[in-house]
């Protein structure tokens, strides 16, 4: 899979695009959804919630078990996808399109240049799991 070059990513398999006005949708990679399995319940934060980079921010159930989604910046939730809480199957249809969970309005913006940019990610992952 190619990742988008206009997201951002962590060493925890999240990604972050980040708008205009400082706002970046949050949600997992197609490597993380691959490594959960089926998806069947999505906790998500509400809004108003101050979410810490690298903090628990979210959670995904699978089949398997429960993996907690960390937040790649801090800020402060300002939507959440409540679509995935009817249909959590978009996590794994299309992780890096309608399967955002948050969207966070940056107090750090600096911390972007924290994270990995798609070909770092792509390095960063198992050869096997992204190709």
């Given at each position: 899979m190619a990742y988008p070059a206009d997201y951002r990513y962590t060493k925890q398999h999240e990604w972050i695009r980040?708008?205009?006005n400082g706002i970046g949708a949050v949600g997992i990679t197609d490597f993380a959804q691959k490594q959960v399995g089926?998806?069947?319940?999505v906790g998500l934060p509400k809004v108003g919630d101050k979410v810490t980079a690298g903090q628990e921010f979210a959670s995904v159930e699978s089949v398997k078990a429960v993996f907690e989604v960390?937040?790649?910046v801090?800020?402060?939730i300002v939507d959440v996808n409540a679509a995935l809480e009817s249909a959590p199957e978009k996590v794994n249809a299309d992780p890096h399109g309608e399967a955002w969970f948050a969207k966070v309005r940056l107090s750090n913006p600096g911390e972007l240049k924290e994270l990995?940019?798609?070909?770092?990610y792509e390095a960063y992952c198992p050869e096997s799991e992204t190709h």
């Amino acid at each position: 899979m190619a990742y988008p070059a206009d997201y951002r990513y962590t060493k925890q398999h999240e990604w972050i695009r980040v708008d205009g006005n400082g706002i970046g949708a949050v949600g997992i990679t197609d490597f993380a959804q691959k490594q959960v399995g089926e998806v069947v319940f999505v906790g998500l934060p509400k809004v108003g919630d101050k979410v810490t980079a690298g903090q628990e921010f979210a959670s995904v159930e699978s089949v398997k078990a429960v993996f907690e989604v960390f937040a790649p910046v801090s800020g402060e939730i300002v939507d959440v996808n409540a679509a995935l809480e009817s249909a959590p199957e978009k996590v794994n249809a299309d992780p890096h399109g309608e399967a955002w969970f948050a969207k966070v309005r940056l107090s750090n913006p600096g911390e972007l240049k924290e994270l990995m940019d798609a070909a770092a990610y792509e390095a960063y992952c198992p050869e096997s799991e992204t190709h």
